[in-house]
């Protein structure tokens, strides 16, 4: 496929657009999760602001913005106000590089199906989740209270062992694709099938190392509200702790389209190519789906305990993973 | 390795419970019948003939184990009579934020002038607001509480073995 030049104020104005619907997704799984988790629990979750609750999400935005911006006296301040927009600022970033549509002209300008097409854009994503990951600790170290500092060791500890096998499930693909950039991954699955038939263990793994990367139930240790009252975020209020939870969200979307991107072909209709000019619509119908099986899972399965994640994540997932990137290599070498 | 089916089995657990109505009740829109004892906000009552049944003897602000009653009692005179009795209440105040609803004062009361209703949305945004006058205690209440069926309770089997 070729790529045409794209004007750099065309590109401009898709990546504001893009951010703003990034935010909106983020606002309204927030509303999609408490009223599945309502609908599984025999509740009817939020149903008061507007119809079905829709306006639920601007609500909370407008009180948590109005909200008094608390912070403990001993706590570091500069380091304690910049970790939750560190954190935010990688977890928006990292929507940049997600391929979502053929790419398309219009009134002869072309508009590319991605923000930024990089050669090494998968190795971005999760160079920018581990930078976010700083936001998480350093928040919790910063504020000085004795469960924020428990519930950063424990981000710190989870983070580090699931990354090497979160890492690794994508090998397989990888090495399929032939390329770290994903608008190629995708090509390349356009071009053969889609990689959660022959990745389908990578891609169990990817999706339990991810639910521990972006630490949801049921690997949500760090935050484990029985144990550590909310973990790294327990002394941040208002907008500050909403940042947080922007970031978590926004995580668990990236989660879900960087799947959908490696593993369900991206933005492509299964069969009918005249179809991939919707490409958007398709990658938002997968990208729903990931998220309400993520929330599934929340409703579904208790918590681990801290020696049954470890034992999980170094016994189980990351040999299985190794294994899974060897045999797949192996296969590509063969098969040529 | 049963790990892997009974993990399957709890997502089909919750995946049923979509399927079911909600058993959530939608309290403003929805009152719950209370139980026929239900012991609510006070009324004060009045005879037949419009005059009031409490005499002001005070039992029920000795009887009150929060001490949230107060009474002023007053001779009836012939120009203006108040009460069934000798005596009526001239100021008779409930403190509603420090009643327990214990049902007490409905006790000690010789008269049964003094009932527990069965309104509970006695919620104020001033504390001076939840102090009841004898006015507000004898008008009648604004809001119908619903009161569950007498005989759903009088059963010889507890209503909570039978409905479990």
């Known amino acids: ?115 930024a097409n990089l050669p090494i854009s998968l190795i971005l994503i999760f160079a920018l ?15 000085d209270s004795k469960f924020a500092m428990l519930g950063s060791m424990r981000t710190c500890a989870q983070l580090v062992s699931y990354e090497v096998a ?3 499930s994508v090998f397989g693909v990888v090495l399929m694709g032939r390329s770290l950039s ?11 099938l889609w990689f959660f038939i022959p990745q389908f263990i990578g891609l169990c793994i990817f999706l339990l190392a991810g639910t521990a990367e972006t630490s949801r139930p049921p690997f949500d240790l760090p935050e484990a509200d029985t144990e550590l009252v909310a973990g790294y975020h327990t002394e941040y209020s208002g907008m500050r702790w909403g940042l947080f939870q ?27 190519p005249s179809l991939d000019r919707f490409g958007p619509i398709w990658f938002l119908l997968k990208l729903g789906a990931l998220v309400t099986a993520f929330i599934w899972l929340r409703a579904s399965q208790p918590r681990l305990r801290y020696d049954q994640l ?19 290599a192996l296969i590509v070498v063969w098969v040529g | 390795m049963d790990v892997v089916p009974n993990t399957l089995k709890g997502f089909g657990v919750t995946l049923r419970q979509v399927f079911r109505k909600p058993i959530t009740q939608q309290y403003p829109e929805y009152l719950r019948p209370v139980y026929p004892r239900f012991r609510g906000r006070h009324r004060l009552h009045l005879h037949e003939n419009g005059l009031e049944k409490c005499v002001g003897c005070s039992l029920c602000a000795a009887a009150c184990p929060a001490d949230c009653i107060r009474v002023v009692a007053d001779e009836n005179t012939a120009e203006n009579r108040v009460s069934a009795g000798e005596r009526y209440a001239r100021i008779y105040e409930i403190n509603m934020s420090r009643c327990i609803f214990c049902g ?26 939840l102090i009841y006058t004898k006015d507000m205690l004898l008008a009648e209440p604004q809001k119908k509480i619903p009161v569950a069926d007498r005989d759903l309770y009088d059963t010889p089997i507890p209503y909570y073995k039978a409905h479990s």
């Open chain 1, 129 to 143: 989740g581990s930078i976010g990951v700083y936001g998480f600790i350093v928040g919790g170290w910063a504020s």
């Open chain 1, 310 to 328: 470890m034992r999980f994540g170094w016994k189980i997932l990351l040999p299985l993973a190794t294994v899974n990137a060897l045999v797949t």
């Open chain 1, 166 to 168: 979160l890492a690794l």
């Open chain 1, 1 to 115: 496929m070729t790529h045409l030049t794209e004007q750099w104020w065309v590109a401009l104005i898709e990546a504001v657009i893009v951010v703003n619907l990034v935010m909106v997704a983020f606002a309204y799984t927030t509303w999609l999760e408490r009223k599945a988790l309502g609908r599984m629990q025999l509740r009817y979750g939020p149903n008061r602001a507007g119809p079905f609750g829709l306006l639920q999400p601007i609500a909370d935005l407008i009180k948590l913005v109005r909200k008094e911006a608390f912070f403990p006296a001993s706590s570091h301040d500069l380091l304690y106000i910049s970790a939750p927009i560190l954190s935010c600022f990688t977890a928006l970033l990292a929507f940049a590089v997600i391929p979502y549509g053929p790419g398309w002209t219009v009134d002869g300008y072309y508009i590319n199906g991605e923000i």
């Open chain 2, 104 to 129: 007490y004062c409905e006790l000690a009361c010789p008269f049964d002038a003094i009932t527990l209703g069965n309104d509970y949305e006695i919620s104020e945004y001033n504390r001076d607001d």
């Open chain 1, 246 to 272: 922007t970031a978590e969200y926004i995580n668990l979307i990236v989660l879900s389209a960087l799947a959908v991107t490696l593993f369900f072909g991206g933005w492509e209709f299964p069969g009918v």
């Open chain 1, 182 to 192: 994903l608008v190629d991954i995708v090509d390349r699955q356009q071009a053969t």
